[in-house]
């Protein structure tokens, strides 16, 4: 079946890096999402790797993928205050909206 | 370019009452979806509607059903609404062309906060 597991929580001190974990179980996942979502808000986009990707690198962000071990990571550089949200890993099909979601990590930066 | 809406934001409703909920979709966007997300979790797939039918269904009751009109939008409905239904309800479009060669990411609404008292 299909399960997509996060740690719960991360605080980091701006300025310095931010890296957010994610495991999944479904190895025919066409493609691994972060969302971000912040308090009160809906879910925004942030990135979306293709499975037969190892990395993806937006600005900031870099997403690094480990097909073996079934391990998504995503990187925030120089992380601001305004980067303080719930981070939430996804996985399916491109299009196809049955996207399996994890619980989300709640990412708080530190002024 | 207007993106995903929905209405209403909030809704406060009693056990046992009936609930509908809307969604526009982003001009062009033929691709529905509804998501569950009670407090303190990730969003649930409820319903994929496609060019008005029902392409998907996650693991609800059949007091969840919705529908989806000939301009695309679509209804979510709950009927002898629980308690445990209080959540954030999320509309997600996207496009997917007709050969479904070309699609897009999910694009998310704000979202419908129902609380059932």
């Known amino acids: 079946g299909e399960d997509v597991e996060q740690s719960l929580f991360l605080s980091v001190r701006e300025g310095d890096s931010s890296v957010i974990n994610c495991t999944y179980t479904d190895s025919s996942s066409t493609y691994l999402y972060w969302y971000k979502q912040e308090p009160g808000a809906g879910l925004q986009l942030l990135t979306y790797?293709?499975?037969?990707?190892d990395m993806k690198q937006d600005q900031r962000l870099t997403v690094l993928l480990n097909k073996k071990d079934k391990h998504l990571s995503l990187r925030i550089a120089d992380t601001q205050t305004g980067d303080s949200a719930i981070y939430f890993c996804a996985e399916g099909p491109r299009g196809y909206q049955k996207v399996t979601f994890g619980t989300g990590t709640k990412l708080q930066v530190i002024p | 370019d207007a993106g995903v809406t929905q209405s209403p934001t909030h809704l406060i409703k009693t056990r046992g009452q009936q609930v509908t909920l809307r969604c526009s979709p982003i001009s062009g966007h033929k691709s529905v979806s509804w998501y569950q997300q009670v407090l303190g979790q990730g969003p649930q797939f409820i319903f994929q509607?496609?060019?008005?039918?029902?392409?998907g269904r996650g693991n609800f009751p059949d007091r969840f059903s919705a529908r989806q009109f000939p301009n695309y939008s679509s209804e979510l409905n709950v009927n002898a609404l629980l308690l445990g239904d209080s959540a954030l309800y999320l509309c997600a479009s996207s496009f997917i062309n007709r050969g479904g060669l070309k699609r897009t990411e999910a694009f998310f609404g704000q979202g419908t906060r129902l609380t059932v008292v």
């Open positions: 790797i293709f499975s037969n990707m």
């Open positions: 509607y496609y060019e008005k039918e029902e392409r």
